[in-house]
């Protein structure tokens, strides 16, 4: 059965937590992903620029490999265009999909900064407006998986914002509604991805778990302290889950 293998990671934040992703990625050794997933967060504060030298070892680690990027709330609103012409060769999701073909498989990817049950402070002062969009927002996901799925083998929902609070449990609870939102929970256990990824979730214990017959991970990299390995086989088989630590590997 063919595999398709997957390098995932979110809240590098530039150069804050830069030295541990090299060095997990320096660290990975006989796997070879099909492609690479940013899950937000890559930069901080904005900082452009500082998405060079992640992209630069990646591309010296896996030369030719495709990756796949979702905004964070550190790749602020007001700076999509700046990432999408400054790195042209990621393939950028936001609220919307790709369908590309890794190992003779065809993988669908939805992307999307994912939503908030809360406002925060910062969002409520500056961006009041981005309570109608969270709200609206898993709507159109579920669209979209729905969509991708009739030409796909394999689906995976990327989102920065946790898009369910089983994985973001070691964060205080009274911030869960900052940090995701189950409506996408829900729409998740309605149209049931393969995969589900996100991050922004820093302080997470549990940094995988089943929906229904979904699995979601936690790729953000504090929490993780390394780069997320998942190897996924078309629909209706299992997928296999190599841990956030190279060389721990489990099966599920």
Known sequence: MTIVKMCAVGDVHGSRYFSI???SLKALVGFKPDVFIFAGDMVDEGRVDDLDPI????REKFPG???VAVFG???YH???NKFLKRYPEVIWLNDTPAILTLNGVRVGFVGTRGALEKLTFWQRRHKPELE???KERPKIIKKLIMEVRKYSDIVVLISHYAPTFLTVKGEPEKVYPYMGSRDLERVIRE??????IHAHAHNARRVEAFLDSVRVYNVSLPARKGITLIEARPRRTLLTFVGGDVGATSKS
């Open 55 to 58: 992209l630069k070892v990646v």
């Open 65 to 67: 490999i495709p990756i």
């Open 191 to 196: 149209v049931k991805p393969e995969i589900v």
């Open 73 to 75: 709330n550190e790749e």
């Open 78 to 80: 007001e700076l999509e």
């Open 21 to 23: 992703f090299t060095a």
């Open 132 to 134: 109608i969009v969270y």
